[in-house]
């Protein structure tokens, strides 16, 4: 979705009836392993990602790659080791100077700072002088630029005595655009916990839905945030008031089955908070291709279905500059760019602008707010940014 100078790939973006036709590079990463969560940087003038593993085993890694100096690719400059798959990474919300913090979710919450990597700067300064510009075999120091070093590991099991012992998974978190001290976690345990990460303590938890929380928002500002879970519903939280919640939407209930899928099915996957327009939440079932709109002031029906996908959507962005433009990315190879458009209730269908077309199942997506014409896609053994 943006030029890159010296980079002349053209992408897959097509048409189908509705959607505009779009030319545009790409930048592709292929790490050794399959990935799911990954992140923008915040930070004005960055073009970083991080970048999460997702192998059914014990032994993930999460790292972080940048544009090359020719802007013609993406390249590691960071890594560290996970336990377990990464459900969620996310960087700071700070834009400016401070710590370059990113957090990641999963067996734990860990808050991580990128620092120099010493041992890489000090080879770098004792390689000797080429005429070339190409690397040439031993001059390359085996480091990378960065390195990762965890700064707070925190669980938020309700039965733990102690952060060190083993809780139940977290499903994701978010991080407070307004107050960079405030995060909040959701985890199977049908908790949500909000930490300060100052003073690494939790100053709440809540049970927040009757079954597994699988996704977890804050609104614009410090007070309010949404979760969604297995049990279909949508709430709404407001710190000041935490005595209730809201459910601002429900799926419909299922009957009784012994088939798992058909179960799960009632259950909203993800959600993901309009912060250009705080009125307008988006969400989505699992193994649904409809991506839901709904309004704060109008609960209970969305007020937009967007319906596109052939397959189950795995991952939803809004655009952090056009408060109406939402990104969808499902199972069925493809990412849509849709414009709500402010939609009436009385008009739910919405076509999509821009379509991008992947190799493979597209399981997760970012938009990145400090170079907004740019998205991440997650598939297969790559990420790419169009």
């Not at 008009?347 to 938009?367: C, D, K």
Request: proline residues 8%; contains cysteine.
């Amino acid at each position: 979705m943006a030029h890159v100078a010296g980079n002349e790939a053209v992408p897959n973006f097509a048409v189908s009836r509705k959607p505009a036709a779009i030319s545009t590079p790409t930048l592709t990463y292929a790490p050794p392993w399959p990935t799911y969560a990954l992140s923008w940087s915040h930070r004005l003038g960055d073009f970083r990602l991080a970048v999460g593993s997702f192998m059914e085993n014990p032994r993930n890694k999460v790292q972080v790659v940048e544009i090359s100096e020719d802007s013609a690719s993406l390249t590691k400059t960071a890594e560290m080791d996970h336990l377990y798959p990464p459900t969620k990474v996310m960087w700071s919300p700070v834009k400016g100077a401070g710590p370059d913090l990113f957090a990641v979710s999963g067996d734990k919450f860990r808050v991580c700072e990128v620092v120099p990597n010493e041992s890489y700067h000090d080879a770098e300064q004792q390689k000797p002088a080429t005429d070339s510009n190409f690397m040439r075999p031993g001059t390359l120091p085996a480091a990378n630029k960065n390195r990762v070093v965890c700064k707070a590991t925190l669980s938020s099991s309700r039965h733990a005595q102690s952060r060190k012992e083993q809780g139940p998974p977290l499903t994701s978190f978010d991080w407070n655009e307004t107050d960079p001290s405030m995060c909040v976690t959701s985890s199977v345990d049908t908790t949500c916990t909000v930490w300060d990460i100052n003073t690494q303590q939790a100053k709440t938890q809540l049970i927040a839905h009757d079954k597994e929380v699988f996704d977890v928002a804050f609104a614009r500002g410090t007070d309010i945030f949404g979760s969604v879970g297995a049990d279909g519903s949508l709430r709404i939280f407001d710190l000041r008031a935490l005595e209730h919640s809201t459910i601002l939407y429900e799926t419909s209930p299922v009957g009784p089955s012994s088939d798992p899928s058909v179960q799960d099915s009632a259950a909203l996957a993800r959600l993901a908070w309009n912060k250009q327009d705080p009125n307008f939440i988006a969400t989505f079932q699992i193994n649904s291709p409809t991506v839901l709109i709904l309004d704060m002031r109008y609960p209970a029906t969305p007020v937009a279905e967007l319906v596109g996908h052939a397959a189950g959507v795995n991952a939803i962005a809004w655009s952090p500059s056009a408060p109406s433009q939402i990104c969808s990315v499902s199972t069925d190879a493809q990412t849509f760019v849709w414009d709500v458009a402010q939609p009436g209730r009385s008009q739910r269908s919405v076509e999509p602008m821009l379509r991008y077309s992947a190799g493979a199942a597209i399981s997760n997506t970012a938009w990145n707010s400090s170079n907004p014409d740019w998205l991440a896609l997650s598939f297969a053994k790559t990420i790419q940014a169009v």
